[in-house]
């Protein structure tokens, strides 16, 4: 008997109602970076093709370089019209992040790309690396896919923060994942994290979609005591960092110590 067992690891992390930590991909562009989040403790990929360049493949072989490690990859897709989604998802993907959410409509839109029927209309195909390209009749292989796949609808203007609650409830959607770079943005107070409105989105997100039975996501938040503070109130989908931030960081604290070292010498 063929072995069809599918899990997406930070779905199930977070139905033990653990947080799924993510590595935002913004710089790497092979598989290299799935060992690294794994190493350094993460649960899922972020791969950004909303504001970073890759090709499909290089996007293919990060994701199945995941796959086998045991990472969950993840990519932010350009909209929830992109039309490159039931491909990346053929191709090794587990989860599909849609930026500007704004309406329950748009959901629903999503859904119905990244998921087979009945919950969408994703076409099938055969071969598909999740099962090592086994050849898994689709009747296993669909609901599998499905229940295996994520789809994360991310609220980050003031027109969707306004519509969260009916966002929440569309089927299908699994994450409701605040953007707090750009809400702040869209709500005229760029870069001002931890003011009041934007504790009260985050806060309002959170009970939307644990009031639906989702999990609820934070995203551009970096300020640790404020991450914790969210998390204790029901986020368990974050982000910790891009690899460019990550990169930099560690580069410039190095190069510091190394010239102040020298100076003092």
């Known amino acids: 008997m063929t072995d069809t067992t599918l899990i997406n690891s930070v779905k199930a992390r977070m ?24 190493a350094s403790g993460h649960d899922f990929l972020f791969i950004d093709t909303q504001h970073s360049l890759f090709s499909l493949e290089s996007i293919g072989h990060i994701a199945q370089t995941a796959l086998g490690c045991g990472v969950a990859p993840f990519v932010r897709v350009r909209s929830c019209d992109d039309p490159d989604v039931s491909l990346l998802l053929d191709n090794g993907v587990l ?14 839109k999503g859904v119905q790309t990244a998921k087979f029927p009945p919950i969408g209309a994703r076409s099938v195909c055969g071969g598909y ?40 409830a569309v089927d299908g959607v699994d994450v409701l994942h605040i953007g707090s770079s750009d809400l702040l943005v869209n709500m005229g107070m760029p870069g001002q994290f931890g003011v009041p409105e934007h504790v009260a989105a985050v806060e309002r997100v959170i009970s939307a979609a644990i009031n639906n039975g989702k999990f609820a996501g934070l995203g551009g938040e970096r300020d640790l005591e404020r991450q914790i503070s969210f998390i204790k109130k029901g986020a368990r989908f974050m982000t910790t960092q891009t690899d460019m931030a990550f990169l930099l960081a560690a580069a410039t604290d190095r190069t510091q110590e190394l010239r102040t070292a020298l100076n003092d010498a």
């Open 129 to 168: 690396p999740h099962f090592d390209y086994r050849p898994v009749p689709l009747k296993d292989a669909v609901p599998a896919l499905n229940d295996a796949t994520m789809v994360v609808c991310m609220i980050e203007t003031v027109e969707g923060l306004k519509n969260v609650e009916e966002i929440a």
């Open 95 to 108: 989860g599909i992040v849609y930026p500007d959410i704004n309406t329950a409509d748009d959901a629903r």
């Open 15 to 38: 139905a033990a109602d653990e947080v799924a930590m993510g590595l935002s991909v913004r710089l790497s562009r092979t598989g290299d970076i799935a060992r690294i989040a794994k």
